[in-house]
């Protein structure tokens, strides 16, 4: 099993912060948020390479910091893939960034776990990679618990057996607090599937929208992630998340 990291946004709502470091390099409770996403990773087994794609403007940034933790932390494999883009205006998206590292890295015949490289999560995810056996596609999922804070996420329809049978983008009227969040795992079936989302004229960010179109054409299951999660938008969120997480310093 391969890992894609999406590291290639802009994070303009975190301006200035992010006019000169990319947003997943942040620190927050005394390291960036990249490195917490690899360290819930860790007990995840059959890992191969963690391919971090990102635009040009931090490319050598994170090839840097790349270096420094493979140092740190030896056996770690790293691939930087620089999608070329410079600002917002001419990124690829969430979806076409998945499919270039598909493409480029040739990873079409292989498992695939995909995390944002901003998504926060206090506790190991051995347990998703558990959740995949026999599956076609899992998505992580988030309680919420507040019906007012999911219209900014997604709003899931789940049947007995934690499949998706319902998926709505930032919902006027939820239904539930259960959303979807940046952890996919496909398998090796599944994965060339992106490129035939992408062949129809489909929406190339976001990569919720790709589980989205997925749902109605093969089994999406889901895994509940425990602990805290945080998806870092705002200075705010930023602040929040750095009071809360030196809790879980080691």
């Known amino acids: 099993m391969n890992v894609i990291i999406l590291a290639a946004g802009y994070a303009t709502r975190l301006y200035p912060l992010t006019l000169t470091r990319a947003k997943p390099l942040l620190e927050v409770a005394g390291k960036p948020m990249l490195e917490w996403v690899l360290d819930n990773l860790a007990p995840v087994p059959g890992i191969r390479t963690v391919f971090i794609v990102t635009n040009h403007k931090f490319a050598a940034d994170f090839q840097t910091w790349a270096d420094g933790y493979a140092q740190r932390h030896p056996g ?22 998945i499919n270039l590292v598909i493409d480029r890295a040739q990873l079409a015949t292989d498992d695939l776990l995909v995390v944002a490289g901003d998504n926060l999560f ?16 899992v998505l992580g999922t988030y309680d919420v ?39 996919y795992w496909f398998a090796k079936t599944t994965v060339p599937m992106f490129k035939t989302y992408l062949a129809e004229g489909n929406n190339p960010d976001q990569p919720g929208r790709f589980i989205q ?38």
Not at 122 to 137: C, D, I, K, V, W
Not at 146 to 168: C, H, M, P, Q, S
Not at 218 to 246: C, M, R
């Open 76 to 97: 770690r494999t790293f691939t930087i893939i620089d999608d070329g883009s410079t600002s917002d205006a001419d990124k690829l998206g969430a979806i076409g960034d």
């Open 122 to 137: 206090s506790q190991p995810l051995a347990g998703f990679a558990e959740a995949t056996a026999g599956r076609a596609a």
């Open 145 to 183: 618990q507040d019906l007012e804070a999911i219209k900014k996420y997604n709003n899931l329809t789940l049947d007995g057996d934690g499949r998706v049978t319902a998926f709505e983008e930032k919902p006027a009227q939820p239904t539930g607090t259960v959303t979807g969040i940046a952890l």
């Open 213 to 250: 179109w997925l749902y109605k054409r093969l089994p999406v299951h889901t895994y509940p992630v425990q602990g805290t999660w945080f998806d870092i938008g705002s200075k705010e969120t930023l602040e929040e998340a750095n009071g809360i997480f030196k809790q879980f310093q080691n």
